[in-house]
């Protein structure tokens, strides 16, 4: 007989409870955690700087072909473009830091935190990023002369905007979570 073999006949005699780890499941599943971490934040970076680079340069299109003085909508162009530009600034770093972990279960688990990591402390940025944008878009209506009930539409509009932002965090924030107590159970038990 196996040394395995006797540990269990011993362990069932002794009336203990029997724990194995299916190791290749497990590798599995943190595969599975960080191909699906990976793809979240790559859609959402891509996302974000596609859409602000394409909303900044509507505002300012807009701006320069109606020849607009409204100073708020200059600035605000320039914050988009600006978010855009640090978004993809953190994309680059992201990118070149993948390739520092190892290709094991401890080292993928470690690459799938990071990167949750990251999403997580993006998605709090960008939700931060809706009070100056929503700032800047009610002072550049009330600089118009737009009647105020616009203004308070528009001000709904980026308070539902902030509060799905704090929901969509929060996911991003729990499935960190999991990753980090998925580390620590693997860690307490080897």
Not at 134 to 150: M, N, V
Request: aromatic share 12%.
């Amino acid at each position: 007989m196996e040394f395995e073999e006797l540990r269990k006949i011993w362990d069932a005699q002794n009336d203990q409870p029997l724990y194995a780890i299916n190791e290749k499941a497990m590798y599995n599943l943190i595969l599975s955690k960080k191909k699906q971490a990976h793809r979240i934040t790559n859609i959402s970076e891509l996302l974000i700087i596609i859409v602000y680079i394409i909303t900044g340069s509507f505002v300012l299109g807009m701006n320069l072909f109606d020849q607009s003085s409204n100073i708020s909508m200059y600035v605000l162009c320039a914050w988009m473009l600006g978010s855009a530009f640090f978004m993809l600034v953190n994309r680059i770093r992201r990118i070149n830091g993948d390739n520092q972990f190892d290709r094991s279960m401890s080292g993928d688990l470690d690459h799938a935190i990071s990167v949750a990591t990251y999403q997580v402390r993006i998605s709090q940025i960008m939700l931060w990023n809706i009070l100056p944008i929503g700032a800047l878009t009610i002072l550049s209506l009330w600089e118009g002369g737009k009647p105020i009930w616009i203004a308070m539409v528009v001000l709904l509009f980026f308070a539902l905007s902030y509060y799905a932002g704090g929901w969509e965090h929060n996911i991003y924030k729990r499935k960190k979570r999991e990753l980090e107590v998925l580390k620590n159970k693997l860690d307490n038990a080897g």
